[in-house]
C-alpha cells in the first residue's frame, strides 16, 4: 500500500502564489507517476497536472498549463505544485494522486490508485 499526505494549502491572494506538496510512504517505489487533482463542491474531480517519477515527464491541464509548475523529488518520491498568478476559479480542494506501473494512462480520476485526503487552496480576489 501506499500512502500519500499533502501540505501547504492555505489562502493566497489572486495574482499570488503556493506552493502543495505531497508525500509517499509505504511501498512508495512502485508508482509510476504522481499527480494533482482537484475539486469543488457539487464539480467532479479535476485533473490539474502528472509527472513521471523516474523520466519527469509532466502534463497539465489547459487550464494551469503556463502557470502551474509540477516537480519532482526522486529519491524521496514527493511531488510538488507551484502555482503562480492564482485565479479565484483556481480555490478547490486539491488532491494528490498516485498510479501504478500496471495502470493505464488517462486523467480521469479512476486511472489512479492513490489518494491523499486533499488541503485547501482559497484564492481571494
Known amino acids: 500500500q501506499v500512502q500519500l499526505v499533502e501540505s501547504g494549502g492555505g489562502l493566497v491572494q489572486a495574482g499570488g502564489s503556493l506552493t502543495v506538496s505531497c508525500a509517499a510512504s509505504?511501498?512508495?517505489?512502485?508508482?509510476?507517476?504522481m499527480g494533482w487533482f482537484r475539486q469543488v463542491p457539487g464539480k467532479e474531480r479535476e485533473f490539474v497536472a502528472d509527472i513521471y517519477v523516474k523520466e519527469g515527464t509532466s502534463y497539465y491541464a489547459d487550464a494551469v498549463k503556463g502557470r502551474f509548475i509540477i516537480s519532482r523529488d526522486n529519491a524521496k518520491i514527493t511531488v510538488d505544485l507551484r502555482m503562480n498568478s492564482l485565479e479565484p476559479e483556481d480555490t478547490a480542494v486539491y488532491y494528490c494522486a498516485a498510479r501504478r506501473p500496471t495502470t493505464g494512462w488517462g486523467t480521469r480520476p479512476i486511472n489512479y490508485d492513490y489518494w491523499g485526503r486533499g488541503t485547501q487552496v482559497t484564492v481571494s480576489s
Open positions: 509505504g511501498r512508495k517505489f512502485n508508482l509510476k507517476t
